[in-house]
T-cell receptor, first 113, second 115 residues
């Protein structure tokens, strides 16, 4: 059974810093890995989707990498801003519908103004 | 990716009443939609898979008679929490999968409070 772990569980940094959020998964047989952002009391917003054949995806100040062989993904946020404060979730998809989607518990990020 | 609309965003109901939550796929015909539940500071837990024109598939431990799912069209799935109790208070989120190439798209969630 797939297990997804996110480290750290919480992170607080001053505005302007670059930071890395980590996600690891136990079963490398995945179709893709998706990073989401969740604001308090809100749904999930998809940030980046990395297919199993890809090594990274970029969107603005966000860069996500994927190393299937080692079961790791990272989300890099450049020049952090207070508006980046949220919970970031990674989810590994192993196929077969939503029961093939395994979430980590998330990293709660606070960017201090 | 797909656009998913979920309503209501917040609902407060009295214990013993039923509440219906709607999930609409606005630009994608979804034969399958998924319903999740999220407890405070926890990740999402899959409750059930909603199948258009057929019965939903429930995860182990989820009471199908309590959480009624209807997926009558390719763009609408509804989750009805029947005879709600305070322990049903939670955050409910729906999602659709537009194929492995596009990943999952989630609704904005519904905060249910049963008093």
């Amino acid at each position: 059974k797939q297990e997804v772990t996110q480290i750290p569980a919480a992170l607080s940094v001053p505005e302007g810093e670059n930071l890395v959020l980590n996600c690891s998964f136990t079963d490398s047989a995945i179709y893709n890995l998706q990073w989401f952002r969740q604001d308090p009391g809100k749904g999930l917003t998809s940030l980046l989707l990395i297919q199993s054949s890809q090594r990274e995806q970029t969107s603005g100040r966000l860069n996500a990498s994927l190393d299937k062989s080692s079961g790791r993904s990272t989300l890099y946020i450049a020049a952090s801003q207070p508006g980046d404060s949220a919970t970031y979730l990674c989810a590994a998809y192993s196929g077969g519908g939503a029961d093939g989607l395994t979430f980590g518990k998330g990293t709660h990020l606070i960017i201090q103004p | 990716g797909a656009v998913v609309s979920q309503h209501p965003s917040r609902v407060i109901c009295k214990s013993g009443t039923s509440v219906k939550i709607e999930c609409r796929s606005l630009d994608f015909q979804a034969t399958t939609m998924f319903w999740y539940r999220q407890f405070p500071k926890q990740s999402l837990m899959l409750m059930a898979t909603s199948n258009e024109g057929s019965k939903a598939t429930y995860e182990q431990g989820v009471e199908k008679d309590k959480f009624l799912i209807n997926h009558a069209s390719l763009t609408l799935s509804t989750l009805t929490v029947t005879s709600a109790h305070p322990e049903d208070s939670s955050f409910y989120i729906c999602s659709v999968l537009q194929g492995a190439s596009y990943g999952y798209t989630f609704g904005s969630g519904t905060r249910l409070t049963v008093v």
